[in-house]
C-alpha cells in the first residue's frame, strides 16, 4: 500500500506546484491600468471616445468603462478575462446598450475589436479600438517633488493598496497569499524607497 501512495502524494504535490507557479505570474504581473481611446466604427460614422479602467486578479478583470458622446453610458464590468495577454471585457453602458471588447491588453495599451449591442433596435455594430495607458495616478499628485514623497502621493498609495486588497480572494488559500503579497509589493514600490535619517553631526 505505502508503494501505491507515494506516487500519488508526489503527482499531488507537483501538481499543486504547477498551479503556483502559472498563479505567480498573473499575480506578480497582472493589469491594473486606466486606458482612453476612441472606439471606431466600421461604418465610417463619429468615433465614440472611451476610457477603461481594469483591474486583473488570477485573470479575472474587474473595473469600469465610460463612453462619451455620440453614445454615452458607463457601468462596472460585468464579466472579464486575460488569457495569454488577450482580454475580454464584456460591459453594460445603459439598459439597453452592451459592449464587448476583445484585443491584444498589456500595460501601454489596450487594442482590439467591438461590438455594440442595442437590445431596443435589436441591432449590433463593429468596429476597432486602440486605446493608450495612462501614466499611474501618483505621478500626477507629486506637485514635483515625488508622489511618495508628499501627502497626497502617500495617500494615493495607500488607496491604491486598500483596492488591490479588496480585489483578493477572501480565503486562506494559495492564490489569496500570493495576491496579498503582490498588492504589498506594489506598495513598496509605489512609496518609493524609504528616505535615510539626517546624519547627527558630532
Known sequence: MRFQRLPLAILARGFALLILGALYPVLAFGLDQTYEGKLVPDSGSAP???VVEVKEVATFL??????????MGNGAIESGGNVSGQCTVNVALSKTISLRLRGTCEQKSYSGYYTLYDSQTRSATTGSFKLAGKAPETAKVDGGHGAAGTTGGTISCAKSNTLCLS??????????????NHCRAKLKTCRGPAKKPPAIAE
Open 167 to 180: 480585489a483578493c480572494p477572501r480565503d486562506y488559500s494559495t492564490g489569496a497569499a500570493l495576491c496579498a
Open 48 to 50: 465614440i471616445p472611451i
Open 62 to 71: 474587474r473595473g469600469s468603462v465610460k463612453t462619451s458622446s455620440p453614445i
